[in-house]
T-cell receptor, first 118, second 113 residues
Framework: GAVVSQHPSWVICKSGTSVKIECRSLDFQATTMFWYRQFPKQSLMLMATSNEGSKATYEQGVEKDKFLINHASLTLSTLTVTSAHPEDSSFYIC??????????????FGPGTRLTVL | AQTVTQSQPEMSVQEAETVTLSCTYD???????LFWYKQPPSRQMILVIRQEAYKQQNATENRFSVNFQKAAKSFSLKISDSQLGDAAMYFCAYKGSNYKLTFGKGTLLTVNP
């Protein structure tokens, strides 16, 4: 149980275009989903937290107009990188939690999406 | 703000041997959770083990166990009978009252045959 999927697994796009990444919880309802960014050989950096039906909460330094997050249902959250530029190239990982903002809840991670902007 | 420190960027172990990965953290909270996640070359984050701070007993999952020293704010991971499939990046993570995970920088574990 507790499977999280991401689509696509990798994407290459031209500078200036927008890219949408989907994160789905397959066998549980995810009240809260998290989006991380990971640079090569580095740790995960939390970008934002989304709760179903409400606006996402962004971490300091993350541009909310650049990284649009939607959590329209209990099983789906999307991250849209708008007007992508080469510096947005990275590995994006989502995670999902079933219990919301509870310390006891474990986050389950998706397999990640590698974004390359040319 | 909470911080998580992994002082060993890289570690290596011989197959079938035991290795310990270190992790220390800083917090003023008394109720929190600690995790070890594994990230193999596929980059899929996999939960290895979880420890509740209020539990004195160290968590164990098969060949994986932790040494949780709350007063010292230390949370090391011991891997027994290391296998080639254990080779990965290991991240220590803290989760407190703000429900967010704070990760260490990771330790790259190599398992030698």
């Amino acid at each position: 149980g507790a499977v999280v999927s991401q689509h696509p697994s990798w994407v290459i796009c031209k500078s200036g275009t927008s890219v949408k990444i989907e994160c789905r919880s397959l066998d549980f309802q995810a009240t809260t989903m998290f989006w991380y960014r990971q640079f090569p050989k580095q740790s995960l950096m939390l970008m934002a937290t989304s709760n179903e039906g409400s606006k996402a909460t962004y971490e300091q330094g993350v541009e909310k107009d650049k990284f649009l997050i939607n959590h329209a249902s209990l099983t789906l959250s999307t991250l849209t990188v708008t007007s992508a530029h080469p510096e947005d190239s990275s590995f994006y990982i989502c995670s999902a939690s079933s219990g919301g903002r509870q310390t006891t809840d474990t986050q389950y991670f998706g397999p990640g999406t590698r974004l390359t902007v040319l | 703000a909470q911080t998580v420190t992994q002082s060993q960027p890289e570690m290596s172990v011989q197959e079938a041997e035991t290795v310990t990965l270190s992790c220390t953290y800083d917090t003023s909270e008394s109720d929190y959770y600690l995790f070890w996640y594994k990230q193999p070359p596929s980059r899929q984050m996999i939960l290895v083990i979880r420890q509740e701070a209020y539990k004195q007993q160290n968590a164990t999952e098969n060949r994986f166990s932790v040494n949780f020293q709350k007063a010292a704010k230390s949370f090391s991971l011991k891997i027994s009978d290391s296998q080639l499939g254990d080779a990965a990046m290991y991240f220590c993570a803290y989760k407190g009252s703000n429900y967010k995970l704070t990760f260490g920088k990771g330790t790259l574990l190599t398992v030698n045959p």
